[in-house]
């Protein structure tokens, strides 16, 4: 009994461990962005976004 204890337990620290390294990678491809608009569309605004040479915009248009 005591054995599959520590198996259960071995595998859920693999888990973590998994779970916090994908959250570490994903983390580190995420881009901020400040924006100071006022009554602007969010047209313009992702238009903007979109323009800037230093982001990385993928999206698709909708009408």
Known sequence: MKKYKYLIIMK?????LLFTLGQLHAGSF??????K???SSIVNVFRE???RP???FCA???S
């Open 12 to 16: 859920m620290i693999i888990m973590l």
């Open 30 to 35: 995420a881009q901020t962005v400040n924006i």
């Open 37 to 39: 608009k006022k009554n």
């Open 49 to 51: 976004i979109k323009n």
């Open 54 to 56: 230093d982001i990385l």
């Open 60 to 62: 698709n248009q909708k």
